[in-house]
């Protein structure tokens, strides 16, 4: 599991998070991902684009 304060950015588009862009955990790898990196939600738990 990454820290919030580990990721400045989207390790999967690397977009910088901000007001605006949240951040989200991929429930499979733990990776700090935006909203559109992580749009997937296989049983019910957010994973990013990778994962899925």
Known sequence: WVPDDAAAACKVC???FGFIRRRHHCRMCG???CNS??????RG????????
Request: glycine content about 4%; proline content about 5%; overall charge positive.
């Open 14 to 16: 690397s977009a910088e």
């Open 37 to 42: 990196c992580s749009g997937h939600r296989p």
């Open 45 to 52: 738990k957010r994973v990013c684009s990778q994962c899925y």
């Open 31 to 33: 990776n700090v991902v």
